[in-house]
């Protein structure tokens, strides 16, 4: 959960050559040392937890280059909200009703016993 403002560092190809400080300023419901608040950064589109300290009011981590951080702390569990992800469906779809058709073996019958009668007949003669 964010407790502050996002912040860019730019261009997205500098490093340094040594670690620099990021800190934020803590409201102050947030500034004890058992506070739960880290820095995030994001990264290949998840945010990502730093290394993280408080010192004098304000959340610090050390960073070696660009990149987007973000001030957090972690969800108590009165506020915590589970998410539930449900794969999209497509809508059932009624296909119109189809109507029977004659199978050739239906036909094969009927031709069958009318050649017998006709032969019965034939033969009666």
Request: with cysteine; net charge negative; hydrophobic share 45%.
């Amino acid at each position: 959960m964010s407790v502050g403002h996002a912040v860019a560092i730019l261009p997205d190809s500098a490093y340094f050559d040594e670690p620099a400080t990021l800190r934020f300023a803590l409201p102050p419901e947030l500034r004890s040392s058992s506070a739960l608040v880290f820095i995030a950064d994001y990264t290949d589109e998840v945010w990502g937890i730093l290394p993280s300290r408080i010192e004098e009011g304000m959340v610090c981590a050390d960073i070696s280059g660009a990149g987007v951080f973000c001030p957090m702390q972690f969800a108590s569990s009165e506020t915590a909200t589970t998410i539930t992800t449900v794969p999209a469906t497509t809508p059932a779809t009624t296909e119109p009703p189809t109507t029977p058709q004659q199978t050739p073996l239906g036909c094969a019958v009927l031709l069958s016993i009318f050649a017998v009668m006709f032969l019965l007949r034939r033969a009666g003669k």
